[in-house]
């Protein structure tokens, strides 16, 4: 992974210290471098036809999806839920693994807007912003294993106003979790495949216990697998559980828990030029400790690094291929640690009030781990490992009450409350030995020689919604708002040259209004309107606290980001067919933006500003079609135009980017999906493929990954042996083997010119599963 701060826009900052002043680290962000009201019932609702491929959202004022968990239950098991969600119409995944589950890889936009402009939740719970360095939740994939979702939902516009979120500019993604079997039963299904990738899933239903007593369920997952290319391996294991016990005929009482532990070996960040000049595989050299050491101090006897010299012999020349010690590193890691509890009660039934409130707990530990050339270990080797560290211990209640009040519709009012108490560290851990390394990257580091920084961060974040659902006839109007106060303050532990201090985002009036109007039969027309404001986040890697404390206190005017949706569409159910179509409009204003202050190499923090604002447009559509025998076909588009209103200018008034024009980065103009599938009796199969135009990696658009088509595909067959259940299924990714380039902006994005910032795509990859259930 590369840790380079580019002179450029970026979305982090790096740090300077007093004792790597001759051997200033690099990196920009985390460890990884530079870079319709909803229902009260959190639960997973029904589809309204178990055959369908996706849901559409009928009678919702604003465009949404659903899938279900046969969608993620026929791709490669493992698979992440939001590789599952890709085929929607708007949708950009990417990652560079085979199962879209490498977090330091994954990335997903919807509409132009990045990941940490998207609300995710799962249960209701909200999981932060989808990103690698999360500083206020946690990746669905340590939240949950993919065989316990029960339905995804995809809101592609602001969504949800009721969605535990302050950062849904573009959307939100909700996850909803499977309820426990009625019938007592186990599932287990074992996979293997391509690198040695080995996958363990055990699920036990309780059943029902008693008459109309309460249900349960445990599940474990265990999943390792070697890295397509260079050495290491990515590894999880999981446990879930979750119960259900009525209380009343009216009232029931929902608890879940999850732990994860997940360790992943990375892949190392290419440019276009290293894959011209290195190839599609090279990657880190965590095989080869003697030559990493030989790069390092090479990298400091030619100045290169500005570390220490230790070995003048090592000479000043690059060893072959190397031409710079960034090309490859020893190794580098994410750990991460994860326990997430909740407990809520929840009316059911026929209740003329619906309502919900549901309490949560969640504890991460982690470390990104990086065996950096540029600060060496006081024993004299020239590497030393860098970490970035996390600590998450956050607690939250939310939940809602609703009725039908006549005249006046159906009211919604719901609240949510979060304290995240986070601490956030950068230190350095040596090592003892020229030949062979003294540290497991896959082990949690402890007993390091310095720290650079090390801070806690508390926000408190309070939200409320109203939502009425009016009906005039065919016609139905939702009019409705949300607001929220997040108050946050940093304070320094091992303060280094980040800022300290105190800062808010508030905004009690974000209002929503949308329509449906049914034609008659199976057709209706939707559109609606939606304003949403994101709050500021608190850590050392992004955000107003990842600067100078000169820069926080001259922050002044800095403005919270916003977006205004607009959309407009139809859906329609005839027959075999259903299909929608929907227009969208978006006005996104306050873009921030953290530029580097001075050369990259110095580590001065970022300086964060308002940069402008962008406007979006685009057209999505989605089509699927039941056919005779067991077949089904379904087909999705999207055009999106976003580009950048304005061009960035430094605080003397200078241009540093000519953007105004420009496409957004990362935000392909076509994106399109299709798949044939196929149930019997006996066998079943899917292919599908997936089509993305090009995309930029530079604001300035000088650089760019051209465009792609990927297939996949799936066969299987259902057995039942002595009367007992089974399903042979395997799975092909990347069928045809393209070569491919997935991740773009794995360390942020620069102004113009090729970076170091791309990851390679997985290549061809194969799968088989037994499942059964008893």
Same mark, same amino acid.
């Given at each position: /992974?590369?840790?380079?701060?580019?002179?450029?826009?970026?979305?982090?900052?790096?740090?300077?210290?007093?004792?790597?002043? *001759?051997?200033?680290?690099?990196?920009?962000?985390?460890?990884?471098?530079?870079?319709?009201?909803?229902?009260?019932?959190?639960?997973?609702?029904?589809?309204?036809?178990?055959?369908?491929?996706?849901?559409?959202?009928?009678?919702?004022?604003?465009?949404?999806?659903?899938?279900?968990?046969?969608?993620?239950?026929?791709?490669?098991?493992?698979?992440?839920?939001?590789?599952?969600?890709?085929?929607?119409?708007?949708?950009?995944?990417?990652?560079?693994?085979?199962?879209?589950?490498?977090?330091?890889?994954?990335?997903?936009?919807?509409?132009?807007?990045?990941?940490?402009?998207?609300?995710?939740?799962?249960?209701?719970?909200?999981?932060?912003?989808?990103?690698?360095?999360?500083?206020?939740?946690?990746?669905?994939?340590?939240?949950?294993?993919?065989?316990?979702?029960?339905?995804?939902?995809?809101?592609?516009? !602001?969504?949800?106003?009721?969605?535990?979120?302050?950062? &849904?500019?573009?959307?939100?993604?909700?996850?909803?979790?499977?309820?426990?079997?009625?019938?007592?039963?186990?599932?287990?299904?074992?996979?293997?495949?391509?690198?040695?990738?080995?996958?363990?899933?055990?699920?036990?239903?309780?059943?029902?216990?008693?008459?109309?007593?309460?249900?349960?369920?445990?599940?474990?997952?265990?999943?390792?697998?070697?890295?397509?290319?260079?050495?290491?391996?990515?590894?999880?294991?999981?446990?879930?559980?979750?119960?259900?016990?009525?209380?009343?005929?009216?009232?029931?009482?929902?608890?879940?828990?999850?732990?994860?532990?997940?360790?992943?070996?990375?892949?190392?960040? /290419?440019?276009?030029? /290293?894959?011209?000049?290195?190839?599609?595989?090279?990657?880190?050299?965590?095989?080869?400790?003697?030559? !990493?050491?030989?790069?390092?101090?090479?990298?400091?006897?030619?100045?290169?690094?500005?570390?220490?010299?230790?070995?003048?012999?090592?000479?000043? =020349?690059?060893?072959?291929?190397?031409?710079? =010690?960034?090309?490859?590193?020893?190794?580098?890691?994410?750990?991460?640690?994860?326990?997430? !509890?909740?407990?809520?009660?929840?009316?059911?039934?026929?209740?003329?009030?619906?309502?919900?409130?549901?309490?949560?707990?969640?504890?991460?530990?982690?470390?990104?781990?990086?065996?950096?050339?540029?600060?060496?270990?006081?024993?004299?080797?020239?590497?030393?490992?860098?970490?970035?560290? @996390?600590?998450?211990?956050?607690?939250?209640?939310?939940?809602?009450?609703?009725?039908?009040?006549?005249?006046?519709?159906?009211?919604?009012?719901?609240?949510?409350?979060?304290?995240?108490?986070?601490?956030?560290?950068?230190? @350095?851990?040596?090592?003892?030995?020229?030949?062979?390394?003294?540290?497991?990257?896959?082990?949690?580091?402890?007993?390091?020689?310095?720290?650079?920084?090390?801070?806690? @961060?508390?926000?408190?974040?309070?939200?409320?919604?109203?939502?009425?659902?009016?009906?005039?006839?065919?016609?139905?109007?939702?009019?409705?708002?949300?607001?929220?106060?997040?108050?946050?303050?940093?304070?320094?532990?091992?303060?280094?040259?980040?800022?300290?201090?105190?800062?808010?985002?508030?905004?009690?009036?974000?209002?929503?209004?949308?329509?449906?109007?049914?034609?008659?039969?199976?057709?209706?027309?939707?559109?609606?309107?939606?304003?949403?404001?994101?709050?500021?986040?608190?850590?050392?890697?992004?955000?107003?606290?990842?600067?100078?404390?000169?820069?926080?206190?001259?922050?002044?005017?800095?403005?919270?980001?916003?977006?205004?949706?607009?959309?407009?569409?139809?859906?329609?159910?005839?027959?075999?067919?259903?299909?929608?179509? =929907?227009?969208?409009?978006?006005?996104?204003?306050?873009?921030?933006?953290?530029?580097? &202050?001075?050369?990259?190499?110095?580590? &001065?923090?970022?300086?964060?500003?308002?940069?402008?604002?962008?406007?979006?447009?685009?057209?999505?559509?989605?089509? *699927?079609?039941?056919?005779?025998?067991?077949?089904?076909?379904?087909?999705? @588009?999207?055009?999106?135009?976003?580009?950048?209103?304005?061009?960035?200018?430094?605080?003397?008034?200078?241009?540093?980017?000519?953007?105004?024009?420009?496409?957004?980065?990362?935000?392909?103009?076509?994106? !399109?999906?299709?798949?044939?599938?196929?149930?019997?009796?006996?066998?079943?199969?899917?292919?599908?493929?997936?089509?993305?135009?090009?995309?930029?990696?530079?604001?300035?658009?000088?650089?760019?990954?051209?465009?792609?088509?990927?297939?996949?595909?799936?066969?299987?067959?259902?057995?039942?042996?002595?009367?007992?259940?089974?399903?042979?299924?395997?799975?092909?990714?990347?069928?045809?083997?393209?070569?491919?380039?997935?991740?773009?902006?794995?360390?942020?994005?620069?102004?113009?010119?090729? &970076? *170091?910032?791309?990851?390679?795509?997985?290549?061809?990859?194969?799968?088989?599963?037994?499942?059964?259930?008893?």
């Amino acid at each position: /992974m590369i840790r380079i701060v580019s002179a450029c826009l970026l979305a982090g900052t790096a740090l300077s210290w007093p004792l790597a002043a *001759q051997a200033a680290d690099k990196p920009v962000a985390d460890d990884k471098p530079a870079t319709a009201a909803p229902t009260v019932d959190d639960s997973a609702p029904a589809a309204a036809d178990a055959t369908d491929i996706i849901v559409i959202g009928r009678g919702e004022s604003r465009q949404v999806q659903r899938i279900g968990a046969a969608d993620i239950d026929i791709l490669a098991s493992g698979t992440s839920p939001l590789k599952a969600i890709s085929k929607l119409p708007g949708v950009n995944f990417q990652s560079a693994d085979p199962f879209g589950a490498y977090e330091w890889s994954e990335r997903v936009s919807i509409r132009g807007f990045n990941q940490n402009q998207l609300g995710f939740t799962l249960d209701g719970i909200p999981l932060g912003d989808g990103s690698y360095g999360n500083v206020n939740g946690l990746h669905i994939s340590r939240a949950i294993s993919s065989e316990n979702i029960g339905e995804t939902r995809v809101s592609q516009g !602001a969504g949800s106003i009721g969605t535990q979120a302050t950062n &849904n500019l573009g959307g939100t993604v909700e996850f909803f979790s499977s309820d426990p079997s009625e019938t007592f039963g186990v599932t287990a299904n074992g996979t293997y495949g391509s690198d040695n990738a080995v996958r363990a899933f055990f699920r036990l239903d309780t059943g029902t216990l008693g008459d109309n007593g309460p249900s349960a369920y445990v599940s474990y997952a265990f999943a390792d697998t070697d890295k397509w290319k260079g050495w290491g391996s990515q590894r999880q294991s999981q446990v879930n559980a979750k119960f259900i016990a009525p209380v009343t005929p009216g009232i029931r009482l929902v608890g879940a828990f999850d732990f994860s532990a997940r360790r992943e070996n990375d892949y190392q960040d /290419m440019s276009l030029d /290293m894959i011209r000049r290195l190839g599609w595989r090279w990657d880190n050299i965590s095989n080869d400790f003697p030559l !990493a050491v030989e790069v390092a101090q090479v990298g400091a006897n030619n100045g290169y690094t500005g570390a220490p010299v230790t070995n003048p012999a090592a000479g000043t =020349a690059w060893p072959a291929p190397f031409a710079n =010690a960034d090309d490859a590193y020893f190794d580098a890691a994410g750990l991460r640690n994860d326990y997430l !509890a909740s407990l809520g009660a929840e009316s059911r039934g026929d209740s003329k009030i619906k309502w919900s409130l549901k309490g949560y707990y969640h504890s991460n530990h982690g470390q990104g781990i990086w065996f950096t050339p540029y600060v060496p270990s006081p024993s004299g080797v020239p590497i030393s490992v860098r970490t970035t560290e @996390y600590d998450i211990r956050r607690k939250g209640v939310f939940g809602s009450v609703g009725g039908d009040l006549g005249m006046f519709g159906e009211l919604t009012v719901g609240g949510w409350y979060e304290r995240n108490d986070f601490r956030q560290a950068r230190r @350095y851990y040596g090592l003892d030995s020229l030949t062979v390394s003294t540290r497991n990257s896959l082990d949690f580091q402890d007993y390091p020689f310095a720290t650079q920084w090390d801070f806690q @961060y508390h926000t408190d974040t309070v939200q409320y919604y109203v939502e009425d659902k009016l009906t005039f006839g065919n016609l139905t109007v939702n009019l409705g708002w949300k607001g929220y106060d997040v108050r946050a303050t940093a304070t320094p532990i091992v303060g280094g040259n980040l800022a300290q201090g105190k800062i808010k985002t508030t905004d009690w009036f974000q209002p929503h209004a949308g329509f449906v109007y049914k034609l008659g039969g199976q057709a209706e027309v939707f559109g609606g309107f939606t304003e949403v404001t994101r709050a500021f986040v608190a850590s050392a890697t992004g955000g107003p606290f990842a600067t100078t404390q000169v820069g926080f206190n001259n922050l002044g005017n800095l403005k919270p980001e916003t977006s205004d949706t607009y959309e407009l569409g139809a859906r329609v159910h005839s027959g075999p067919f259903t299909g929608s179509i =929907a227009g969208y409009y978006i006005d996104f204003q306050n873009r921030l933006l953290a530029f580097a &202050n001075g050369a990259g190499i110095i580590g &001065n923090p970022a300086i964060l500003q308002n940069v402008g604002s962008v406007r979006s447009y685009g057209v999505e559509a989605t089509g *699927q079609v039941k056919l005779p025998y067991g077949f089904g076909l379904f087909a999705s @588009y999207a055009y999106n135009d976003s580009t950048y209103r304005d061009n960035v200018f430094n605080a003397a008034g200078a241009v540093i980017a000519n953007t105004a024009g420009k496409t957004v980065v990362d935000a392909p103009k076509h994106i !399109a999906s299709g798949e044939i599938t196929y149930d019997g009796t006996l066998f079943f199969g899917r292919i599908g493929a997936n089509y993305m135009s090009k995309r930029y990696f530079t604001y300035e658009n000088d650089q760019s990954v051209p465009g792609r088509v990927l297939f996949d595909a799936t066969v299987g067959v259902h057995l039942d042996i002595d009367g007992r259940k089974f399903e042979l299924q395997g799975n092909a990714t990347n069928l045809f083997d393209k070569k491919y380039i997935a991740t773009i902006g794995s360390n942020g994005f620069g102004n113009r010119g090729d &970076n *170091q910032t791309l990851l390679v795509g997985a290549p061809q990859q194969f799968f088989v599963t037994l499942k059964t259930k008893f």
